[in-house]
Nanobody, 124 residues
Framework: VQLQASGGGLVQAGGSLRLSCVASGSTFSSYAISWFRQAPGKEREFVATINWSGSSTYYADSGKGRFTISRGNAKNTVYLQMNSLKPEDTAVYYC??????????????????WGQGTQVTVSS
């Protein structure tokens, strides 16, 4: 599985961005897809995850009510819709895939594949 993250950019506080994670590989549908982020000088942290079928999602407290993770109709794309963005959301966002039989929600250690990251910058 190869993952390609995109959709980052510069946005003012209160704005919105939609990140995309496009996967290649025939077994993508067997993986939970998660978003993590890493701000400068900080450790990578979990943001949101969606299971292999799209029936279950889980969010970090920081994104609840503002972020929505979803799988596209073609199932090879996962989106992270981010609304009401705050300066503290500034980070590099990574998507990652964890095989369906890993723990739930999958931790970063459970993830088998990672995308390259996309920069999100929220100005105040």
């Amino acid at each position: 599985v190869q993952l390609q993250a995109s959709g980052g950019g510069l946005v003012q506080a209160g704005g919105s961005l939609r990140l995309s994670c496009v996967a290649s590989g025939s077994t993508f549908s067997s993986y939970a897809i998660s978003w993590f982020r890493q701000a400068p000088g900080k450790e990578r942290e979990f943001v949101a995850t969606i299971n292999w079928s799209g029936s279950s999602t889980y969010y970090a407290d920081s994104g609840k009510g503002r972020f929505t993770i979803s799988r596209g109709n073609a199932k090879n794309t996962v989106y992270l819709q981010m609304n009401s963005l705050k300066p503290e959301d500034t980070a590099v966002y990574y998507c990652a895939a964890a095989r369906y039989d890993r723990g739930w929600p999958p931790s970063s250690h459970d993830c088998d594949y990672w995308g390259q990251g996309t920069q999100v910058t929220v100005s105040s």
